[in-house]
């Protein structure tokens, strides 16, 4: 089998970001608030001034801006990410998404390695973090 047909993009999921206990918490939106997200982000057009109503209506998404609106009440505005790639820090109870400027590159090195059949690939995470991609085939505990 030609390794190129073994790829395939990670699905991509969309979340929001909520501060609970003063702590960074992100939240996946229902599939289908996420799948309309998705969507709208992949219809080819321009994604400023793109308001998608998620939770039933109760908030609005501003694609371009990435951010996240209560329609019927005041409340904090919150980010909005495109998510791919996760991480769990030592003191994260939840995986944690990467940006979606890094998971794009997450993404590219590992179609790189699955295609080209080179793995061990080293990356420095934005939080800097060495991260290694291993061959999945591979048994790292012999």
Known sequence: MDAGSLYEPV???????????????WIPFNSEDSQQLEEAYSSGKDCNGRVVPTDGGRYD???????????????????VRRCTWFYKGDKDNKYVPYSESFSQVLEETYMLAVTLDEWKKK????????IILHNPKENLYK
């Open 11 to 25: 699905s991509p999921h969309w979340f929001y970001c909520k501060i609970i206990d003063s702590k960074e918490t």
């Open 61 to 79: 998404v501003h694609l371009g801006e990435r951010m996240r609106y209560a329609v019927y009440w005041d409340e904090l505005a919150s980010e």
């Open 123 to 130: 990356l420095e995470s934005p939080n800097r973090e060495i």
